[in-house]
């Protein structure tokens, strides 16, 4: 009896004591998710957007440089440095990376087949080839799809509303642009249909943009589409004026346009949208597989209109178009 008293003390001690000795073990630190962020644009450019997707995280619970990092990498309007900062995040060992914008999204794609991709202000990710279907991404990338040449014949319409007497739309465009031709082959169509001549009209750089608003403003009759692309969204506010100041009724699709002098914009809201990415991030770190999450497409457009550009102009804006405009610039 003694013996199997000794005996269980024994075993409690022992068990006392691997207790304590566990107790005492330094724990394994939590790993802290590292996202890289990959940017066509510069730190200035656009900040809100980057806002947008900082907040999307937090509203899910993770703050920057708490519970996750956030790599940046900006190639500051040179398309050509893309594919080196995408390799430097896979070198850095990113759990995540999210890309802004569709050259931003195919420097990635090109650089990892690994790391998951969170595609954030994308034109379309189906027809750029950074996916396989909306539905079924496949792969390593998923997130947010504009479905920018979508949107393109409603621009076309909307001009029509608002500019009734217009014959002919110039279409502004970047030349060395990845996502212009769907843009420009989506306004052919639906411009034919409302019997309206688009004449293309290429640039390369902001230095070229007042030649361009002068040749729209000469042609007379007509009015601008300004198709999405980085260059014109780097530069909105000095086309806004120049649109303005040149008496040319324009169309953009980002509302910073409408609200540096520009007519009318309809499109995404990109804060939105960016935000919205944020949860692809949250749903792959908690071992969702990109390829069996759906690419989301925006669900709230605005329209904004300039009533100051209008009254300028010499434009009655329709009721039924005032009626419809999430936002009127007076």
Do not use: C
Not at 20 to 40: D, H, M, N, V, Y
Not at 53 to 58: A, K
């Amino acid at each position: 009896m003694t013996a199997i008293r000794a005996g269980l003390a024994a075993t409690i001690t022992l068990g006392l004591l691997a207790a304590s000795l566990t107790a005492g073990e330094p724990q394994e630190p939590r790993k802290i998710p590292r996202i890289g962020f990959l940017s066509i644009f510069s730190p200035a450019d656009i900040p809100l957007w980057r806002e947008g997707f900082r907040q999307g995280l937090q509203d899910l619970g993770y703050t920057e440089g708490h519970n996750i990092v956030i790599e940046y990498r900006f190639a500051e309007a040179h398309p050509e440095r893309l594919l080196g900062l995408a390799a430097e995040l896979v070198r850095l060992k990113m759990d995540i990376i999210a890309a802004e914008t569709t050259p931003a999204g195919l420097a990635a794609q090109q650089a990892t087949t690994k790391i998951p991709i969170v595609l954030t202000i994308v034109a379309d990710p189906l027809k750029s080839g950074l996916v396989f279907s909306l539905a079924r991404p496949g792969g390593n990338i998923t997130g947010l799809s504009l479905q920018l040449p979508d949107l393109t014949p409603k621009r076309i319409q909307l001009l029509r509303e608002v500019v009734p007497q217009v014959s002919r739309v110039t279409i502004l465009w970047n030349s060395a642009s990845l996502i212009a031709t769907p843009q420009f082959e989506a306004a052919e169509i639906a411009a034919r249909a409302l019997g309206i001549q688009l004449e293309p009209l290429g640039v390369q750089g902001p230095e070229d943009f007042p030649r361009a608003i002068q040749a729209a403003s000469r042609r007379g009759q007509g009015a601008v589409l300004v198709l999405d692309d980085f260059l014109f969204t780097r530069h909105m506010r000095q086309l806004g004026e120049l649109t303005a100041k040149s008496r040319v009724p324009a169309m953009y699709g980002t509302t910073g346009f409408a609200e540096a002098g520009g007519l009318v914009s309809y499109g995404p809201n990109y804060a939105d949208v960016s935000r919205r990415a944020a949860t692809y991030v949250d749903k792959i770190l908690k071992g969702a597989k990109p390829a069996d999450l759906p690419i989301e497409q925006p669900t709230k457009l605005e329209l904004v209109i300039n009533m100051r550009t209008a009254k300028a102009l010499g434009l009655t804006i329709p009721p039924s178009v005032l009626l419809r405009a999430d936002q009127v610039i007076e």
